[in-house]
Nanobody, 127 residues
Framework: QLQVVESGGGLVQPGGSLRLSCAASGFTLENYAISWFRQAPGKEREGVLCISSSGGRTNYADSVKGRFTISRDSAKNTVYLQMNSLKPEDTAVYYC????????????????????WGQGTQVTVSS
């Protein structure tokens, strides 16, 4: 069973940085597209970034361009979301997700029903 676990969230001041981790259990992460989503209070969950199995990056949120990057460490079976120049509007619960099925497992998607989700990690940007 595919399982992903997020970590690395916390409280940071505006302009600061955080690195979130998405660790995989039960599967080889580099064979799957892994996406980061976020959900702020009272808002819908939105896609942030995705890395495909081939290493291609897809940016879903214009608001994070130039500030957030996604990377993968195959040896650690982990995907990272590096967040720099954080703003209060980045405050949200951040989730990572992997394709549930083998079909197109390496291709990024925003379709939530096709994804297996972690429990989320809270990121709060505040002075």
């Amino acid at each position: 069973q595919l399982q992903v676990v997020e970590s690395g969230g916390g409280l940071v001041q505006p302009g600061g940085s955080l690195r979130l981790s998405c660790a995989a259990s039960g599967f080889t992460l580099e064979n799957y597209a892994i996406s980061w989503f976020r959900q702020a209070p009272g808002k819908e969950r939105e896609g942030v970034l995705c890395i495909s199995s081939s290493g291609g990056r897809t940016n879903y949120a214009d608001s994070v361009k130039g500030r957030f990057t996604i990377s993968r460490d195959s040896a650690k079976n982990t995907v990272y979301l590096q967040m720099n120049s954080l703003k209060p509007e980045d405050t949200a619960v951040y989730y990572c997700a992997a394709r549930k099925t083998q079909v197109f497992r390496g291709v990024c998607t925003l379709q939530r029903e096709l994804l297996s989700w972690g429990q989320g990690t809270q990121v709060t940007v505040s002075s």
